[in-house]
């Protein structure tokens, strides 16, 4: 893939399936052999340069570092360490990742690397998820519009308190949820073994994440979070010169968020799919029977905890201490 990937500077009427309005330029990182351009990481993507110019430099304490025309810096990487006295550079690898490092370091000691920091997409290699050591958190996020690669309205993310699930989110509104990890698979995920890509999840003290990788270096393959909120795995087919759905990680009407509200039981196989836990009844019968089972579902008998509890204290009245 190496021969495939490209780091430059572009304007979103460069490469937008319908051409953009945005005079707006921005550093990306993209599939060069592919039309139209596919963008696949962002730089500068809420900051971007409203000036045909633009530099790109490595400082000596490994930070990267972009210049708008008016040598005003407009975005950098987060990173700032000592590296002593060997000379700092940066360079794009051909897995797409985009590193800052010292001249003799081997290829995962990095001081920064653009796949720590996703937009839309995930490649072969990326880590979707948290590192608990360092709190970097690798999550998506669609783009604003096709003009614009700002953080739009949809946020995909790994969440990691108990086991881990994974969330989406449109705005503040919780829409999807994957999950919890079984020690094999999310639910709602598919786990049949494919062609395509291999599959691992990482849950430990340090991190939790998945990460996929390619099985033949032949295919490019990416996930990627739409405009529209859907997460999808793309792969890209010659003949048709595009690029087509391999999975929607969508998958079933109960990876819906809330959708069988408090109390409630979400089963793909079942119909109506949604049905009360144990000795639980529906809150709004007459919503449920019409298929609206936000509200959830109630204790079939109200608990009298007031009454329990006058006669605990009734009886506690006669303990005897010795």
Same mark, same amino acid.
């Given at each position: 893939?190496?021969?495939l =990937?490209?780091?430059?500077?572009f304007s ?10 945005? %005079?707006?330029?921005?550093? $990306?990182?993209?599939? %060069? ?13 809420? &900051? ?18 972009l ?6 810096? =407009? ?6 360490? @000592?590296?002593g006295?060997?000379p700092?550079?940066? %360079? ?9 490092? *010292?001249?003799?370091? &081997?290829d995962?000691?990095f ?5 720590d920091y996703? &937009?839309?997409? !995930? ?7 948290k *590192? ?21 309205l ?18 503040s ?8 990890? &079984?020690?094999?698979?999310?639910? +709602?995920?598919?786990? %049949?073994? #494919? ?9 430990n003290?340090?991190?939790?994440? @998945? ?11 990416r996930v990627?979070?739409? !405009? ?13 010169? $595009? ?8 998958? *079933?009407?109960?990876?819906q968020?809330?959708?069988c $509200?408090?109390? +409630? ?23 449920w #029977? ?6 959830g ?15 605990? !204290? ?9």
């Amino acid at each position: 893939m190496r021969a495939l =990937i490209r780091l430059m500077f572009f304007s979103s009427a460069l490469f937008s399936v319908i051409p953009g309005n945005s %005079k707006n330029r921005y550093l $990306g990182i993209w599939f %060069k052999k592919i039309s139209p351009r596919t963008v696949l990481w962002v730089a500068n993507r809420e &900051t971007p340069l409203t000036s045909t110019t633009g530099v790109l430099k490595v400082n000596s304490n490994g930070m990267l570092l972009l210049f708008s025309g008016y040598n005003t810096v =407009i975005w950098s990487s987060n990173s700032s360490v @000592s590296v002593g006295n060997a000379p700092v550079v940066a %360079k794009i690898l051909g897995s797409g990742n985009l590193v800052v490092c *010292d001249d003799s370091s &081997t290829d995962k000691d990095f001081v920064w690397q653009s796949f720590d920091y996703p &937009t839309d997409t !995930l490649l072969a290699g990326m880590k979707f998820g948290k *590192d608990l050591l360092t709190s970097v958190d690798r999550y998506l996020t669609s783009w604003k519009s096709m003009d614009y690669p700002s953080p739009g309205l949809y946020v995909s993310w790994m969440d990691t308190n108990g086991y881990p699930q994974a969330f989406q989110k449109r705005g503040s509104v919780l829409q999807l949820r994957f999950g919890p990890w &079984t020690c094999v698979r999310f639910s +709602g995920f598919p786990s %049949k073994p #494919n062609p395509i890509y291999t599959y691992d999840f990482v849950f430990n003290e340090k991190e939790v994440y @998945s990460i996929f990788h390619l099985i033949s270096n032949a295919i490019m393959s990416r996930v990627y979070l739409s !405009l529209e909120g859907n997460e999808m795995r793309l792969n890209w087919i010659d003949p048709a010169q $595009g690029w087509m759905s391999y999975l929607v990680t969508t998958v *079933d009407m109960c990876a819906q968020y809330g959708l069988c $509200g408090a109390y +409630g039981i979400c089963n793909i196989n079942s119909s109506p799919a949604c049905s009360c836990m144990e000795m639980f009844e529906p809150r709004f019968p007459v919503q449920w #029977n019409a298929g609206n089972w936000s509200g959830g579902c109630q204790h079939e008998k109200s608990l009298n905890c007031v009454e329990n509890q006058k006669t605990s !204290l009734h009886r506690n009245v006669f303990v005897q201490w010795n």
